[in-house]
């Protein structure tokens, strides 16, 4: 017997993740199924396609974490040897939830890309918008998000501590090794998305007002300048929500492993599945 202690309120908080993320992520999902008036459109509109490749990954991801999470802790008999490491590799070792996790945040940056050529670039968007494309660039975001996970496949083992208790910990070489991996899946999964939602908000608030600027000067209609710079609004305010619901989903796990590879280790915060339920919410409220 091994794993993590099970906990009462954890497996609370799972079915409550899990129960709100089911929900969230289906009524995403037949909200855009039902979206417009052809039956077509739905296959149409590369945004339609993005959110519904999110609500599904998102679904998956807070079906998932329940079951992860039981089998990692001390009430499951874990295997040990060779068995128990590629165990911890696929399953108990969170590669599945880490895994969506990146998927779910890479489809994230799709549809700020989206947004920024709906807005700036129309007739670019056209053409970026072709629905083999947009497949092609879903496709994309989980063999890179996979890539990210090679480490977890590579490093993770089932290991005794103490003699006493074992669980899926990561085994390398040396400190070094584990801070320079620690590095770049820190940049990679964290950083570089930041920027990214950053810039894109930013390029997308100055087209705004850039069009704000030339309708003044071409429409003498107040009135219909202000609907179509406020029709485009709503673009500015799906990105700045997800771009806050990143940070607030994520900088705390973030910060938890930032502690743990400087020798802090009394710290379980895991808000790494809230992006599951935090997702659909944002597109309900303001799609």
Known sequence: MGGIEFWTWEIICYC??????????LTVIIVVLKSGSARHRFREVPFNIYLMALAIVDLIFAVTCLPVYVLSTNVFDHPTGVQGDIL??????YLIPFWLGDVSINTLLIISFERHAAICKPFKAIQLGI??????????????????????????????VNGTVSYCTYVWPSDTVSTS??????????????????INFYRIKKC???????????????????KIVKSKEKTVRIVLV??????????????????FQ??????????????????PRIFIILA
């Open 181 to 198: 991996i620690f590095a770049v899946i820190f940049t990679c999964h964290f950083v570089l998305p930041s920027t990214i939602f950053l």
């Open 16 to 25: 409550f993740i899990f129960l709100t993320g089911l929900f969230g992520n």
């Open 131 to 160: 629905p083999r494309r947009t497949y092609f660039y879903i496709a994309g975001t989980y063999l890179a998000a996979f890539v990210l996970q090679i480490p977890t496949l590579v490093g993770i083992r089932w290991a005794g």
């Open 262 to 279: 400087f020798g802090v280790k009394q710290c379980q915060l895991e808000l790494k599945i809230f992006p599951s339920r935090i997702n």
């Open 242 to 259: 997800v771009l806050v619901a990143f940070f607030v989903s994520w900088t705390p796990n973030h910060v938890m492993y930032f502690m």
């Open 88 to 93: 911890c590799k696929l399953i108990t070792g």
């Open 208 to 226: 705004l007002m850039k069009l704000d600027g030339d309708l003044r000067r071409s429409l003498g209609d107040a009135k219909q300048r202000v």
